[in-house]
C-alpha cells in the first residue's frame, strides 16, 4: 500500500494549492482519508478528513471555508483544495487512511490512520 501525496509548493498569501494524494494497493472506496500538517516544532494536527461512503466531512476551526476535502474513488485518489492560504498554514501536509466500516466516520486522531503519504511541503510566504 502506499499514498503518494503531492502538489506542495510556495506561495503567496492568499493564493491557491490543491494536494492530491494517490492511492495504491489499496481501494479507496472503503476507506476514510485525513489530511494532517505539522509546522516545524509544532504536533502534527488534523486538517480534514472524509467518509468513505457518505462522504462526511470535518474541518479544523483553522481552515474552515478556505479548505474543501474530495476523493475520487475512480482515480483512488483524494484533493485537498486550499484557498485563501495564509502564513500560518505553513507546514508538511500528509494524506492518511484507514478501513472504515461504518462508512460515515473519519477521524481526526493521527493513530486512527493506518497508512500514510511521505508529506508535501506547503510554504506560504506574507
Known amino acids: 500500500v502506499q499514498l503518494q501525496a503531492s502538489g506542495g509548493g510556495l506561495v503567496q498569501a492568499g493564493e491557491s494549492l490543491r494536494l492530491s494524494c494517490a492511492a495504491s494497493g489499496l481501494a479507496l472506496d472503503y476507506y476514510a482519508i485525513g489530511w494532517f500538517r505539522q509546522a516545524p516544532g509544532k504536533a502534527r494536527e488534523a486538517v480534514s478528513c472524509?467518509?468513505?461512503?457518505?462522504?462526511?466531512?470535518y474541518y479544523a476551526d483553522s481552515v474552515k471555508g478556505r479548505f474543501t476535502i474530495s476523493r475520487d474513488n475512480s482515480k483512488n485518489t483524494a484533493y485537498l483544495q486550499m484557498n485563501s492560504l495564509k502564513p500560518e498554514d505553513t507546514a508538511v501536509y500528509y494524506c492518511?487512511?484507514?478501513?472504515?466500516?461504518?462508512?460515515?466516520?473519519?477521524?481526526?486522531?493521527?493513530?486512527?490512520?493506518?497508512?500514510w503519504g511521505q508529506g508535501t511541503q506547503v510554504t506560504v510566504s506574507s
Open positions: 472524509i467518509a468513505s461512503t457518505t462522504g462526511r466531512t
Open positions: 492518511a487512511t484507514f478501513r472504515s466500516y461504518s462508512g460515515d466516520y473519519c477521524g481526526v486522531r493521527s493513530f486512527e490512520y493506518m497508512y
